[in-house]
């Protein structure tokens, strides 16, 4: 019997999911075939999660099958016609939820998430859980309904947690049917891959998050700017297609250096050699940032007229600066304290529907911890390794591209482009 | 065994008289309290089917009559008898519930072994469950639910082949489906679905298609005596039919059991068993085994 799925165009898991089984002489009564063709029409998808078939007549027969709907309401419909044929809910348990026996520490046994979508089952209704991310906790308001994802840190004296893994579920992330990026690459990481198709696809992705709607996220490290690849970053971001920027106190810095003395790390990014004293730009241009109060000042006075961060502040992107134990400075917008970064993370991937990592495994990984599973995530690093470290950390949705960034980001932005010359969007 | 079996060789019928057969109620949408029946004219079309019952070699039980439970009259929905067991109907409507206890006391009295349904199932007896050949075919939807049907086949270690009925006037199996013979039925098509039509298709060999204008007089609601088929005699295309199939037919007038959704095989259990069902002729050691 072949297994019905369908996704959401973004590969997001589709409304409410519930278990049914159908026993007894399913088979040659026709009934579990119909039940199969009830399901699609009354537009419903299903997944046959087990079926053993009796091997005389007289043996009953069973199938437990995931039943799914664009909505708990449809969800319900359809369930109450699939009972008249005999189908019965495989009635599950509530989550056990237990309060925070202390503040900043989970309960003994607490269920620790993933980063797939999850819901908790209270007073016998499965709850879609909020803010999805891995290496957490459930926290749950019964009252209202309600149950999200709770970093540790923030759990206070008393906050209800859940407990084991009963009355727990994940709903699998569905593999995209269509030919994208997503499809025909996997996870897979290879330099050996055509990088004409893996940059449209990357381009088709971006435009797609757009159109719904949702934010695309740029994660980039410093040796974007080494490479020369500023303009095609500031080009991106001008128009329009990132809305969100997360990166360290280095990608800002020469970023900036860039902009005021034409170096990156003291090398010329026009013909390339070492300027004298050119070592200095980057605490130079730190400098000059800290002494107009940050970079937005900056931008407000005039100093700072070009490259990805004054494009940012013009654009109104929403940018995070994490800083590190290595930082110069910092520019007065990096935040050193790694928490209160993580938090700002955190609330900044709200509405991303689409990550590019770019040269930055840190930055990468860090942002990887805190999506959930259905946000697509492409990493594009010269270095196999960087890839592979993200999805082995759990972000095992990223799609790695091995490929020098320049080259990729240039094309990037003029594939993109090419797109923004096309008539208006209708 | 009990003394139900091997006792007699003679097809035995169970019927209730008619002497408190009215419509009281609307459970179907044969029924309107408007147009009651005639209590003489019902009480000459039951005698009719009792003496052709006798006619035909028959032995009779008589129930006793209740007042108050009109349609203890159609005793089809008495239960489902499989060898000595006997399994009570638990019946859809309340106004039919008190029918329960008289049929159960009935069985027991019989020396039946009483198999009871779990309480929250629906099913209505031989008006939903009738065994051609091997199978005990079954209908759900308006009065039996599917599950009492699945139970039932586990219980007994048959194979059940529960199917959706799909038109409100032929809300009992035994309405629109008539096993004659292990591997023949008279059957209306468009009381089931697409799939209900494919099982019956795909697993009884001899079929006749009742069509529309006869079915809606209840001739697929017919008792089968040997080679013999009572069947209200509104239905001479389905005659025909029959008796070109080798079965002679009494056709009887059953128009005022009609107004309540009721006719010939409606009146009538079968104790030892329907004619089709293939258990009557076979070895009663694959009981004991089911259980």
Not at chain 1, 32 to 46: E, N, S, V
Not at chain 1, 295 to 306: F, H, K
Request: hydrophobic share 45%; with cysteine; proline share 5%.
């Amino acid at each position: 019997m072949a297994t019905t799925e369908r996704t959401k165009p973004d590969g997001e898991p589709m409304g409410a999911v519930e278990e049914i089984e159908v026993r007894g002489h399913i088979i040659d009564s026709l009934l579990l075939p119909k039940i199969l063709d009830r399901i699609l029409q009354m537009g419903g998808t299903f997944e046959i999660r087990e079926c053993v078939i009796g091997e005389k007549r007289t043996d009953p027969s069973h199938a437990r099958i995931g039943v799914r709907a664009d909505s708990p309401e449809a969800l319900r419909e359809i369930l109450a016609d699939l009972v008249e044929h005999g189908a019965t809910p495989v009635h599950s348990k509530d989550a056990r939820v237990v309060p925070a026996d202390i503040a900043g520490a989970f309960p003994e046994g607490f269920y620790c998430t993933t980063n797939q979508q999850t819901q908790v089952r209270l007073g016998g209704r499965w709850i879609d859980v909020e803010n999805q991310e891995m290496d957490c906790g459930l926290a749950v308001d019964a009252e209202a309904g309600r149950a999200w994802c709770l970093p540790m840190l923030e759990t206070k004296l008393g906050t209800p947690i859940v407990v084991g893994h009963e009355g727990v579920r994940v709903v699998p992330v569905e593999r995209p049917r269509e030919s994208s990026l997503f499809g025909f690459m996997g996870s897979n990481v290879s330099s050996e891959k055509p990088k004409a198709v893996s940059l449209r696809s990357v381009a088709e992705s971006i435009r797609a998050t757009r159109a719904e709607g949702k934010k695309v996220l740029l994660v980039g490290g410093p040796a974007i700017v080494h490479t020369g690849s500023s303009p095609h970053v500031a080009q991106l971001i001008r128009e329009g297609w990132i809305q969100t920027l997360f990166a360290g106190n280095a990608l800002a810095v020469h970023d900036i250096e860039q902009a005021l003395h034409g170096t990156s790390l003291g090398v010329s990014l026009s013909h390339g050699l070492v300027v004298e004293h050119g070592h200095e730009h980057h605490l130079r241009s730190i400098n000059t940032i800290r002494r107009l109060g940050g970079i937005t000042a900056a931008v407000d006075a005039g100093v700072l007229t070009s490259g990805i961060m004054c494009e940012a502040v013009k654009q109104k992107v929403d940018v995070v600066l994490a800083g590190s134990i290595r930082d110069d400075g910092p520019l007065p917008e990096v935040v050193t304290d790694a928490v209160a970064a993580q938090d700002l993370m955190r609330k900044a991937i709200q509405d991303v529907g689409f990550a590019l990592m770019i040269a930055t495994a840190l930055h990468s990984i860090a942002t990887g911890n805190l999506l959930p599973a259905w946000v697509k995530v492409v990493c594009v690093d010269i270095n196999p390794a960087t890839v592979t470290k993200l999805a082995d950390r759990g972000t095992f949705q990223t799609v790695g591209i091995v490929t020098d960034v320049e080259p990729f980001l240039r094309s990037l932005a003029a594939e993109l482009a090419a797109d923004a010359a096309a008539p208006a969007l209708d | 065994m009990s003394a139900l079996n091997g006792v007699s060789s003679k097809p035995r019928v169970l019927m209730c008289p008619a002497d408190y057969f009215g419509i009281e109620y609307e459970i179907n949408p044969w029924m309107n309290v408007q147009k009651g029946s005639d209590p003489d004219r019902a009480a000459a079309q039951w005698r009719a089917l009792y003496d052709a019952l006798g006619d035909l070699g028959a032995e009779v039980d008589l129930i006793e009559p209740v007042e108050g439970l009109p349609d203890l009259v159609f005793t089809a929905n008495a239960g489902l008898v499989y060898r000595d067991l006997f399994i009570p109907s638990r019946f859809r409507y309340r106004v039919r519930g008190g029918e329960s206890p008289v049929f159960e006391r009935w069985a027991e009295g019989a020396g039946f072994r009483i198999l009871s349904l779990p309480e929250e199932r629906r099913f209505e007896g031989a008006g939903d469950a009738l065994f051609c050949g091997d199978v005990l075919f079954a209908g759900y939807r308006f009065r039996s639910d599917v599950q009492s049907h699945q139970w039932i086949g586990e219980q007994l270690g048959v194979e059940v082949l529960p199917m959706e009925l799909v038109d409100p006037r032929f809300y009992h199996l035994d309405t629109c489906f008539c096993p004659l013979a292990p591997g023949a039925a008279i059957y209306y098509p468009g009381a089931f679905d697409d799939y209900g039509r494919s099982v019956i298709q795909s697993r009884i060999p001899r079929l006749v298609e009742v069509r529309a204008e006869e079915a809606a007089d209840f001739s697929c609601n017919a008792v089968v005596v040997g080679r013999t088929v009572i069947l209200n005699q509104g239905a001479p295309r389905l005659a025909g039919e029959l008796r070109r199939m080798g079965f002679a037919t009494r056709p009887l007038e059953f128009s005022e059991f009609i107004k309540s959704g009721g006719s010939a095989k409606c009146l009538t259990l079968r104790i030892d068993g329907e004619e089709a069902a293939a258990w009557k002729t076979a070895v009663p050691a694959a009981v004991e085994a089911a259980h």
